[in-house]
């Protein structure tokens, strides 16, 4: 569970039921003790990094192997092209992450930057550049429009970055 607080020093004060006034908070302080794990202005909660800025909360994807205490840790995360399974199995990986990327991205950029992170690996593990773009291709034209642009308009900025 996620507990997204505003800022204000009194907050353990109110969420712990007190003996003297039994209801008047949420959780009795004996059963279940809330931990702070982010302070400041976003925070990063199993996939999702959760935000703040100056329009409002913004969502976008958050990899625990993309921080140090984790880069020395040898991890296979999506098999190679040339390995001996189907390519229903790998070509569903770009299905996948696409529409995961659609939902837990909050703005067009986010997803773009998502979108293009997983082309390159992808294409790095020996996936042909010409099929990763096809594919993504057809999964934005069932989309039509995508963060108030056209499914082309994101299908050409995705391009700008890839080629």
């Given at each position: 569970m996620i507990l997204f607080v505003p800022d204000f020093p009194d907050f353990v004060n109110f969420v712990y039921l007190n003996q003297n006034s039994f209801g008047s908070s949420i959780y009795p302080?004996?059963?279940?003790?809330?931990?702070?794990?982010?302070?400041?202005?976003?925070?990063?909660?199993?996939?999702?990094?959760?935000?703040?800025?100056?329009?409002?909360?913004?969502?976008?994807?958050?990899?625990?192997?993309?921080?140090?205490?984790?880069a020395g840790i040898e991890m296979i995360r999506i098999h190679h092209f040339h390995s001996n399974i189907s390519m229903t199995a790998k070509l569903g990986v770009i299905n996948s992450q696409f529409y995961r990327f659609l939902r837990l991205c909050s703005c067009k950029k986010y997803f773009v930057f998502q979108m293009v992170s997983l082309i390159v690996f992808l294409k790095a593990k020996g996936y042909p550049l010409k099929i990763l773009l096809k594919r993504t291709r057809g999964l934005l034209?069932?989309?039509?429009?995508?963060?108030?642009?056209?499914?082309?308009?994101?299908?050409?900025?995705?391009?700008?970055?890839?080629?």
């Open positions: 302080k004996t059963s279940c003790e809330l931990n702070c794990t982010s302070k400041g202005f976003s925070c990063n909660f199993l996939d999702l990094a959760v935000g703040q800025s100056l329009h409002g909360l913004y969502c976008d994807i958050f990899d625990k192997r993309s921080q140090p205490e984790y034209i069932k989309e039509k429009f995508l963060f108030g642009i056209s499914a082309f308009g994101i299908f050409k900025m995705i391009l700008l970055w890839v080629l």
